[in-house]
Structure formats: C-alpha cells, structure tokens
Nanobody, 120 residues
Framework: QVQLVESGGGLVQPGGSLTLSCTTS????????MGWYRQVPGKQRELVAR???????NLLDSVKGRFTISKDFAKNTVFLQMNNLEPEDTAVYYC??????????????WGQGTLVTVSP
C-alpha cells in the first residue's frame, strides 16, 4: 500500500516562508506527478501546484511568483517552497500523487493533510 507522508506545516507571520515536503512510502514503480492541494472550511479543495515527471508544472495563479514546486523523484519526494505568505494562504495542504505500482496498476493517492496558518 502506497502512502504519502507530509511535513513542514505550521504557523508563520505574513511575509514569512515555509517549505512543505511529501514522500511516498510503499512500493512505487514510477511517479507521473505529485503536487499540493489546499482546502479551507466551506470551500472546495483547490490545486496549488503540481509537478510532472518531465519537470512541467502547474501553479495556481494567486501563488505564482511566491510558491515554487520541485521534485526529487529518485527519492519519491516533492517540495513546495512558499515565500511571502499571506493570510489567504491559510489552509490545510494535502499532498497528492499519481503513481504506477506493481502489477501494472496505477494509484491516485492523498496525504493526511498539514495545516498552514499565516497570522500576525
């Protein structure tokens, strides 16, 4: 069973920085993409950033220029560097990955979520 292990959330002041990381555990053959979604109470979960195995990325417009996603798929890990954080970035951040697993199967899996709070 493949699981995603997240770390790096916490409390930060506006203008501060945090780095989230996410690593897979279990047996994966390859990774198609990994990324981060976020959700606040009463709103839909939204894609923040995603990176593909070829290095292409998707970024939410409101975080462009502030957030950077990077990967080390040799270590099955993705990072989200968040700079110049704003109170509006407060949310639970969820790691997501689409991976190939044994027996020629694919798995779209989620982490448990890590809380990021941006507040004075």
């Amino acid at each position: 069973q493949v699981q995603l292990v997240e770390s790096g959330g916490g409390l930060v002041q506006p203008g501060g920085s945090l780095t989230l990381s996410c690593t897979t555990s279990g047996t994966t053959i390859s990774i198609f993409h990994m990324g981060w979604y976020r959700q606040v109470p009463g709103k839909q979960r939204e894609l923040v950033a995603r990176i593909f195995s070829d290095g292409n990325t998707n970024l939410l417009d409101s975080v462009k220029g502030r957030f950077t996603i990077s990967k080390d798929f040799a270590k099955n890990t993705v990072f989200l560097q968040m700079n110049n954080l704003e109170p509006e970035d407060t949310a639970v951040y969820y790691c997501n990955a689409l991976v190939k697993i044994p027996r020629n199967s694919f798995l779209d899996t989620w982490g448990q979520g890590t809380l990021v709070t941006v507040s004075p």
